[in-house]
């Protein structure tokens, strides 16, 4: 099957080869070791080929058997030189290229670990996936495949000539000629190829994704009978993917038999020629036996050469690509206040390293001095503007304050700001003006690691991790202990569902939880966000996914997962906030009520609308 040539180049080749110098210096001795290698490898080849004038006018023709044989030892022991560097090259090669792409993925992950969320908001998720997959592929099949073999075919190229210009320069005005045609004929149908590569490569990914679309949405097409319909389309796309393939491998496929043909032409000229120089005393008959082998191998490393340059850009496109997500901005952080374990004697805190289940904030002070301030989870907004884009303001002088054990609940539209101001909380996102406090600290003066390890949360959309239930609900806290694990599961009331499983604790989760209901998995989540042990907790329409029975059968855990802890919900469901202690309804980023629900209740203003069902929620 022929190999697929895409038209990807890349728009900067001199910065990428800058960026991707750093990953091929860490390797330099190798890849020096590799192309010497490779160029004894190649050498010997063009030597054992030039050395047959030699066989011929000083063994053959004077009938020299015995020193004949002796040559030819001597030739076995080069060539068997030449076949040990092939292997040895060849072997250095393959370790030296994936340590080279483990090097570049290893970087490209750290460095996705590292970047906002901010990045992930404004890139697919397909895109990024790709610099893993088919860029880095690119990479590694360059390496592999073509960094050894564009030397030999230089080589091979450059010497072939020089060798047949000092055996016979007539000669070789002919075969340079036929190499030109070649080369021009070998761009000509490689640039129609990617031309027709590219579209099918298009068509490819359109058909698939319909495909994927259908069987995702298999149901909904046989309630609306639309079955024709669909195959109607299929083959119209199938059909688009199977022209583009036909003239893709018709042009491909035609780049070898012309070049081999164009290769025959020139042979049997040169040969033609050739022996009418011999006849005339012009050349000598050993010198003819080795042009003739040169010019039977003339239409390889032009091929060959050509075909991996292709390549070899291609590579430096997915490169380029990858080191675009590399140069990326990282995530900011400047805080120099840090969790620490504590110990209470006489009312004052001392740092510890023991697990005494307190926690305090070390707030180091521009006199030298730290400070140690206890972990209670008081959490304000002092005039909070903000907006994923600069020149749209999403929240608009946002004041709120949750102390301590406080329940906060927002309602209100899609779009209103109920998520962005838990975004801001554990500083997914900076704000553009006022500031948010925890504990009287400004957030932006505490590490972001550590200001996340004091919050959970438990999102709308679960995700659960490939490996067992028990591992997916320690993901909130890794060194929990079974009894912790099992006790976060209780609390959350997914230890009943849990024991019914064949394997309890030790189910394998795959797929996201493929194997379990939508319920069963939001509880999981909210059992790993308890797990943690937070003083905050953020519930994202936590119980979106569960019915209302469920609900009510979590919601004495639930109660006793949040006590003592400053909790911040977010819920369409009205009934799963009427116990909160302040109530915020936003409308277009601004809180336009709040108080508890009897307080709102009585207001009769938006909060009223929406719980009596006079105005319903977007």
């Known amino acids: 099957m022929a190999r697929q040539i895409t038209n990807a180049k890349p728009r900067d080749m001199m910065k990428t080869l800058s960026s991707f110098k750093k990953y091929m210096g860490n390797h330099k001795y190798a890849l020096l070791s590799v192309s010497l290698l490779v160029i004894m490898s190649t050498g010997v080849n063009l030597w054992g080929t030039f050395q047959i004038r030699t066989i011929v006018n000083h063994y053959i023709l004077p009938r020299d058997f015995q020193g004949l044989i002796s040559f030819l030892i001597f030739m076995a022991c080069i060539y068997a030189i030449g076949a040990t560097s092939t292997a040895i090259y060849k072997q250095l090669m393959v370790h030296t290229s994936q340590k080279i792409v483990e090097e570049m993925r290893q970087d490209l992950f750290c460095k996705m670990q590292k970047l906002p969320l901010r990045y992930f908001d404004s890139n ?290 899609t779009g209103a700001g109920k998520t962005t101001i838990t975004n801001l909380i554990n500083r997914f996102y900076d704000i553009h003006s006022g500031s948010i406090t925890y504990d009287g600290i400004d957030i932006k003066l505490i590490k972001k690691n550590d200001l996340r390890k004091s919050i959970s949360i438990v999102l709308q959309d679960t995700h659960l991790f490939t490996g067992t239930i028990a591992d997916n609900i320690r993901y909130g806290k890794l060194d929990a202990t079974m009894d912790e694990v099992i006790e976060a599961a209780k609390l959350a009331n997914a230890h009943s569902f849990i024991k019914r499983l064949p394997n309890g604790y030790e189910t394998m989760l795959t797929g996201d939880g493929a194997n379990l209901s939508q319920g069963q998995r939001q509880l999981l989540a909210i059992a790993r966000a308890a797990i943690a042990n937070p003083p905050v907790l953020i519930l994202d329409e936590a119980t979106s996914s569960i019915d209302t029975r469920t609900e009510k059968l979590i919601e004495k855990g639930m109660d006793r997962l949040m006590e003592n802890r400053t909790v911040f919900v977010i819920a369409h469901r009205l009934s799963t906030v009427r116990n909160s202690n302040a109530i915020m309804v936003l409308d277009h980023g601004q809180i336009i009520e709040r108080g508890s629900h009897d307080e709102l209740i009585e207001q009769r203003g938006r909060y009223y609308q929406l719980y009596t069902g006079q105005f319903e929620l977007d």
């Open 124 to 413: 697919a998720h397909g895109n990024i996936m790709s610099h893993f997959t088919n860029d880095l592929d690119t990479v590694q099949d360059a390496l592999n495949n073509c960094f050894d073999n564009l030397i030999q075919s230089f080589i091979m190229i450059v010497g072939t000539l020089i060798l047949i210009f000092i055996l016979n320069w007539q000669l070789s005005l002919i075969v340079l000629g036929c190499m030109i045609v070649m080369y021009f004929i070998i761009q000509y149908l490689s640039h129609r190829s990617k031309y027709y590569f590219t579209h099918q490569q298009a068509a490819m990914g359109q058909l698939n994704g319909f495909i994927e679309e259908m069987v995702d949405g298999v149901k909904v097409v046989k309630v609306f009978n639309h079955e024709q319909k669909n195959i109607d389309e299929f083959n119209k796309r199938n059909q688009a993917l199977q022209y583009a393939s036909t003239e893709a491998l018709t042009y491909s496929g035609r780049t070898i038999p012309t070049v081999v043909s164009i290769s025959y032409f020139n042979y049997a000229v040169v040969a033609c020629v050739g022996g009418f120089f011999t006849i005339a005393g012009m050349m000598d008959l050993g010198s003819l036996s080795s042009y003739l082998i040169f010019v039977r191998q003339t239409a390889q490393p032009v091929n060959q050469f050509t075909q991996q340059l292709n390549f070899v850009l291609a590579a430096m496109a997915g490169a380029e690509r990858i080191f675009e997500m590399m140069n990326e901005i990282e995530e900011v952080d400047e805080g120099q206040v840090t969790l620490t374990r504590v110990r209470e004697r006489n009312d004052v805190l001392y740092e510890c390293q023991e697990h005494t289940g307190l926690w305090a904030w070390r707030h180091p002070r521009p006199d030298g001095s730290v400070e140690l301030v206890p972990l209670k989870g008081d959490v304000r907004f002092h005039d909070v503007v903000f907006g994923y884009d600069s020149e749209v303001t999403i929240l608009k002088d946002i004041n709120l304050f949750a102390k301590p054990g406080q329940k906060i609940a927002f309602v209100g539209s």
